[in-house]
């Protein structure tokens, strides 16, 4: 790695810095949202004028905004997200217990999503306006419009209870019993990669199109280059950034959809945990989830900008 | 055409834009069948009372019964007819989806226009609050801001709105930092036109035209967002039918009645396309140099 690169890493992680910073008011200010007085919002219809004195002192919601964000703050750069308002156990914990099993679907959708959509996307790409390229595109479209969670209930239906493939609901621990954890994980990360794969493949196709139309592939071709050696050294090697910007992005919802996905197959994972915790109102951890979640993508992003720098040498001459 | 008194040509353009309109929709089959579709389900939205044959809230003893000429697709757990909950179901997501774009509209094109109009250390701050909000994957971030506004259909789709607004800001902002180095625009400058007017006037109507195309795929979103949001109990609430939420009962009971989870999904599906298809089509409409299946 030149110092160039490695000062450019340096640059991207300064930069990430005002985001984080940004996040930390964005998750902060979620509170600000709920109308009339929090905390008697979250104590409910029935609590006592005690309850409702001990909530407000618990969140810290008498003192001026200000302090209330950098005491929230100050605890989040200790890795203190607050106590739950309903178990009193601390945010960070649950959070950090659930996470495990949200990444292992949300890394195997991606995973599957990748290795089904970059084929498809090369096949329709290279056979424009055909048969084959109209059937992926059809493919495509139908991912991008399905709901995961009904793909989910389907495959649920079919593979889980008729044939009994695969266990309906729940999660094992990836450490603790590898085999059975796969085993759960499948169904919940096919449901979950229908869309990611309709995402990818259409953006493959569309850029893999406009390489291959370009100037310097006919070039290529004239220079009498083979079809196969133009696509597998030319054109995938120029939409590998499409690619990765893509993935990053694709990550993101994925991360996203697995709310729905941890419904229908009774995960325990952060998007239930954020569900849960929106319905009973207990912000705190509805706070910490989004916060470990956008730290999360944050990051990704950050790898991504990263890989961009190292693939895309023009990157480095600016 | 007809010439009129004053030797004015009236109705040519309310006639070329409606051959253009025509023209359109014959050499686009997809667009047309998506936009006859979505015409079906807003008359049958508008007509529910009057065509769905019973209350979507009547409740029988004839629980879970398989799909027969009383019941067109059989009814649910609570003995209720599901193709009237089916036909009900229409209005609320097709309000739910106006309602998360609107909101998204309404707050994400000042912004961006005024970024991208504006330039320099605003542009800036704008641009790192979308990158932040961005960076939080949009279903969870609605969840939250549900829970915190307070759960319920209209509040769940604003909270969609509050997610789509720092994309629809991007779009527009980046659209408005083009047509503004247009010539035009400094002419108006020059001319002495007031800020404001300007930008209402010149640079809105040039530099809207990919905000019409993603507004009209954020509507598939929306839906998708409301049938996710519906099903995980934080949309709309019971005893009110939405096809999110039948899909949840229909979960619940799967084992007794599969088949009750086919037509509220296809329901979303086939939405969800047209509403997809109609901006695909949009896109290659407005902008000719974009192949139409890109």
Known sequence: ?318 | MSVSSEGVLRPLPVRRRRNRFVTWLASDTRAAVSLAFLLALASLSVLANVIAPYSPLEQSMDILAPPSAAHLLGTDDLGRDVFSRLIHGGPMSLYASFLAVSVGTLIGLPFGVLAGYLGGWVDTAVSRVIDTILSCPSIVLAIAVTGALGIGLTNSMIAVGIVFSPGLARLIRVQTMIVKGELYVDAARTFGMSTGRLVWRHILPNAIQPVIVQVTLLLATALLAEASLSFLGLGVQPPNPSWGQMLARAYAYMEIAPEQMYAPGFAILFTALAFNALGESLRSLLDPTRRRSD
Request: net charge positive.
């Open chain 1, 1 to 318: 790695m030149s110092a160039r690169t490695l000062r450019l890493i340096g640059w991207r992680l300064i930069q990430v810095v005002p985001v984080i910073v940004l996040a930390t008011f964005a998750v902060f200010g979620l509170l600000q949202l709920v109308p009339g007085d929090p905390a008697a919002v979250i104590a409910g219809e029935t609590a006592t004028a005690e309850r409702i004195a001990q909530i407000r002192e618990m969140l810290g919601l008498d003192l001026p905004l200000w302090q209330q964000y950098l005491h929230w703050l100050g605890g989040a750069v200790r890795g203190d997200l607050s106590t739950s308002l309903i178990t009193g156990l601390p945010v960070i914990d649950e959070v950090l217990r659930r996470l495990p099993n949200t990444l292992l679907i949300v890394f195997l959708a991606l995973i599957l999503a990748i290795s089904i959509a970059v084929p498809l996307g090369i096949l329709a790409a290279t056979h424009v306006e055909g048969k084959v390229d109209r059937l992926v595109t059809s493919i495509a479209s139908l991912g991008v419009a399905v709901p995961n969670f009904w793909v989910g209930m389907i495959l649920v239906g079919f593979f889980a209870l008729s044939l009994g493939w695969f266990p309906t609901t729940g999660a094992a621990s990836l450490f603790e019993d590898p085999g059975a954890a796969l085993r759960h994980a499948a169904l919940p990360a096919i449901a979950l990669a229908s869309s990611g794969i309709a995402e990818i493949t259409r953006q493959l196709r569309s850029s893999l199109i406009e390489v291959l139309s370009s100037q310097y592939v006919r070039t290529l071709h004239a220079k009498g280059l083979s079809q196969g050696a133009i696509l597998w050294k030319h054109g995938l090697k120029n939409v590998s950034l499409t690619l990765l910007t893509v993935i990053g992005l694709v990550f993101n919802r994925t991360l996203g959809a697995t709310v729905a996905i941890e419904a229908v197959f009774a995960i325990p994972g952060t998007g239930s945990l954020v569900v849960t915790s929106a319905t009973n109102k207990d912000f705190p951890v509805v706070q910490g989830v989004v916060f470990v979640l956008v730290l999360i993508v944050i990051f990704c992003n950050l790898v991504i900008d990263i890989l961009y720098s190292i693939l895309d040498p023009r990157m480095n001459k600016k």
